[in-house]
């Protein structure tokens, strides 16, 4: 390899929280020989959709992907922030962007408990192992609870003490959560607990200009004011600004090939004298390509398998990838349901997205089969009006209280010349107690069976197969919980997301996992979970995969703890350089 002249010493595909972590990581070794491939597009602050057209148009469908989607958008060539993929009992929303999924995740930083490591992990690759690793992302992306709103009544989210109270009356643990949500570089970086003031801005401790958290419930849809930590804000910027490293954004990488002692391709070899990436540029609608010494796939879940079952079994450029590729996946037991029109304030339009997490059988009284953790959500308060006209009986609610108003203000007009602002007082008697104040939203995740498979059909497109029911005890543990929560806050609705409803009854994940799974030996999984031999793909030197795709289970939390802790151990084994949470800035 010494021998070789490459374009770089490494290429990372992707750019979400494996991607990131690897890229700043060997970028702090390697410079500007560090090269990021990123098919979506930078977001700067302000630029995320938020009118109708603007939102139609953020989907990603590119023409010629290897992915089925609805005729109404197939072939658009539509480059959008979300990736919606449906197959058969699973479907799926991941992200485009740099940052990846760090633009629309939920910012939830959670470590499982050791008992999720117990099953189906290579020998070694515990907790205990990944403790230091799980400490330095921890701090990097500035993970901590929300603000006490005790000295600012700004900061109180209802919802928060409504799920607080029904985790009491369930005898169950409600722990406010480490969310990666800027509240000021003194509160979260130096454990200060004065927050910055709502909207302010300042530069955060990598050189990054943010916004300290409004409260205004978008984080899932792309925050404009940069008050989430996202990767780009972080990682990336070290990586990019301190390091020198490059970023090609709007690049896809198509295929990845072994070089031999020449520089030339050569399917049968391992990797020793480098690769070449062929990737396709959005932006020039070239296809180009690039020689380096190593590459580390972190394309996401259903990216890094798509790329490499496409390089074994239609390009043919990586024949000794394991025959254990695609197998394993996991949804991470995602479970999305909503109680409407309670009898208790929730406030859903307020703060962060998940502000607390209560545990059922996941760290506390575990319980393989039935383990999972019960978070709030929040969503934007604009989605609030368009649920209001969606249901037909807050509709007719509005439309009687109208009328009602209607009357009195005449009434009161021929009764003496003069409204009285009597409008005003009719605008609130219209409005008050919309749909929104009195529902919630319940996100779940735990630990499906993880025993799904990802393949490529006879068009050479990726495909699911989804096992729903070998996970029914989960699903059905987080339904009996929903109908409980129901009786709680006395509402006149529960249901879960309509796509479980027979006849459809399909799964929606926001957490895909597996597929490329860690492994003592590539009769077990497609990546080494060795100490020596960290995330290399087995067959190959020099090929690492390093995202959600390598967890050889689900984890029940939010996965992100665990996707950038083994991404961290993955670049220290590349690079030899313990990490730090300074990224050498």
Known sequence: MANQIFDYEAIVIGSGFGGSISFCRLAQKWGSK???????????????????????????????????????????????????????????????????????????????PEQVFEQGWPTGLDKTTLAPYYQVTKQVLGARPVPSWQTDNRRKIVRTELFQEFAAQENRTSTLADIC????????????EAPLAIGLQ?????GATQ?????????????????????????????????????????QAEKIIPLNQHGDDDASASGEFGYRVEFQNFASGQSESLKTGRVVVSAGTFGSNELLLRCR???????????QLGRWFSGN????????????????????????????????RFNRNQAFVLEDASYPAWLAWYIEGLFPTSTLRKLLRALKALLTWLKNYFSNGVWNGVLGFSLHEILKDDLSSKSVVMLCMGLDNGDGTLTLNKSDRIDLDWPQDTSMSLYQAILAAGERFKKFVKSNWFFPL????????????????????????????VVSGHPEQR?????????????GSILPSAVGANPVATISATAEWIAEGITGIKPDASLGV
């Not at 067959?539 to 995202?547: E, H, I, K, N, P």
Request: proline content about 5%; some cysteine; glycine content about 10%.
């Open 34 to 112: 560090v090269l990021l491939l990123e098919r979506g597009r930078h977001y700067p602050m302000g630029s995320f959709a938020r009118s109708p057209k603007q939102i139609a148009d953020s989907f990603w469908s590119v023409e010629g992907e290897a992915v089925d989607r609805p005729r109404h958008i197939q072939n658009k060539n539509l480059r959008g922030l979300f990736d919606v993929r449906n197959y058969k009992k699973m479907d799926a929303v991941i992200s485009a962007g740099l940052g990846g999924g760090s633009l629309i995740y939920a910012n939830v930083f959670l470590e499982p």
């Open 211 to 251: 916004t300290s958290c409004t409260y205004c419930g978008e984080c899932d849809i792309g925050c404009n004011t940069h008050s989430k930590n996202t990767l780009d804000l972080n990682y990336i910027h070290a990586g990019q600004q301190t390091h020198g490293g490059q970023v090609f954004t709007d690049c």
């Open 535 to 547: 995330g290399q793909v087995f067959g190959y030197q020099g090929l690492y995969v390093a995202d």
């Open 333 to 364: 037991g995602d479970f999305l349901s909503f109680a409407i029109e309670g009898k208790k304030d929730a406030d859903p339009n307020y703060g962060p997205v998940i502000t607390q997490y209560t545990d059922f059988n996941l760290f506390d």
């Open 202 to 206: 300042e530069k955060n401790r990598y």
């Open 313 to 323: 079994d239609v390009h043919r450029s990586l024949p000794k990838l394991s025959d």
């Open 181 to 192: 949500v800027f509240f000021g570089n003194d509160y979260n970086y130096k454990g200060s």
């Open 498 to 525: 309509p796509t479980w409803e027979l006849p459809i009854r399909h799964n929606v994940t926001v957490h895909p996992l597996g597929g490329c799974i860690l492994a003592d030996s590539p009769d077990k999984g």
